[in-house]
């Protein structure tokens, strides 16, 4: 069973930043690339960024030069720092597989104007 849990998520003023954290169960963090996702209100969850087993890296334009994706092989834990968070980076963060499977619940992320 896929078992991914997020945390880092909070409230922050614009231009500050966040540090999402997300454990993976072993077998799943050694066989898969891992990603971030979001959900905004009212709007389909979209890919942010992915990292795979050699650690290259992807971004969507929107957090490119902003956001970092990185990994801990040996935590099983892929991380995403945020930084200079904009309103529209408001939404639920998750954490998955690439392809996604089984989602978990997710971290608010909300960032004030």
């Known amino acids: 069973q896929v078992q991914l849990v997020e945390s880092g998520g909070g409230l922050v003023q614009a231009g500050g930043s966040l540090r999402l954290s997300c454990v993976a169960s072993?077998?799943?963090?050694?066989?898969?690339?891992m990603a971030w996702y979001r959900q905004a209100a009212g709007k389909q969850r979209e890919l942010v960024a992915r990292i795979n087993s050699a650690s290259t890296t992807y971004y969507i334009d929107s957090v490119r030069g902003r956001f970092t994706i990185s990994r801990d092989n040996d935590r099983n834990t892929v991380y995403l720092q945020m930084n200079s968070l904009k309103p529209e980076d408001t939404a639920v963060y998750y954490c998955?597989?690439?392809?996604?499977?089984?989602w978990g619940q997710g971290t608010q992320v909300t960032v004030s104007a």
């Open positions: 998955n597989t690439m392809p996604p499977t089984a």
């Open positions: 072993e077998r799943i963090f050694k066989m898969y690339a």
